[in-house]
């Protein structure tokens, strides 16, 4: 079983994502989680540079090719992460806006055997995150790179409506694709949570969030629907 590194989602630790971690374990896959904090995102927000978050998956990337022989990873990522994977994946050098040359860095396309992306928003209205998925998507549109398996899963939960209950999906949606009435996971809308030639799956009744009420991907009741696309 390759090695496994979960990216978490924005604005969240590392210690959300603990209960994946160990059930990924339990099923033979040597796993660990980027080790973010909370407080490493906050140099991240209003559309600055993920350049500190692709630096620490960068290491934990590092760390389990050294403690294996396999030369290769599944990676997942959540949310965010799922995005800010398909950056690091690539050849083209990342710069934030107003950022160095010495600063940049990415090409980790040939130790990546499978990307699996859980309620990723891979496109987006929102002004804040524009840059960065323009960059993603403008360099490695869909699943770019034929040497890795691209799995995309999104959620069929919340409708997005107006009325009160249904209002901060009905938001979230059409900030991120631009209609609100439509299917999600409560956070992103099936529509932008896959990738033109990608594996794209959905599951039904599944919430965005490992701090959510109800199911969410990670859940050991929903991790079945995934799990055997890792290798």
């Not at 022989?69 to 992460?81: C, K």
């Not at 998925?133 to 959620?155: H, T």
């Not at 631009?178 to 959905?202: C, F, R």
């Amino acid at each position: 079983m390759l090695p496994t590194v979960i990216l978490p989602g924005y604005l969240e630790s590392a210690i959300a994502y603990l209960p994946l971690q160990q059930a990924l374990q339990q099923l033979g896959f040597p796993t660990s989680t980027v080790p973010l904090r909370r407080r490493d995102w906050l140099s991240t927000l209003g559309g600055r540079p993920i350049t500190p978050i692709l630096q620490q998956l960068d290491r934990t990337v590092k760390q389990a090719l050294e403690q294996s022989d396999t030369g290769q990873i599944n990676l997942i990522g959540h949310s965010a992460g799922g995005w800010i994977s398909r950056i690091y994946l690539g050849e083209k050098p990342y710069l934030g806006r107003k950022e160095l040359e010495s600063q940049a860095f990415c090409h980790a396309y040939p130790n990546i055997a499978n990307l699996i992306t859980l309620g990723t928003p891979h496109i987006s209205q929102e002004r804040w995150t524009r840059w960065n998925l323009d960059f993603v998507n403008n360099n490695y549109p869909g699943a770019f790179y034929p040497s890795v398996r691209y799995i995309c899963v999104a959620g069929k939960t919340v409708f997005g409506s107006r009325i009160s209950t249904k209002w901060l999906a009905y938001s979230s949606y059409q900030q991120t694709c631009g209609v609100g009435n439509t299917w999600g996971d409560g956070i992103t809308p099936i529509v932008a949570a896959h990738l033109e030639g990608a594996e794209n799956l959905v599951i039904e009744n599944v919430f965005h969030s490992p701090r959510s009420p109800g199911l969410w991907y990670g859940s050991p009741t929903i991790l079945p629907s995934w799990v055997s696309y890792l290798s």
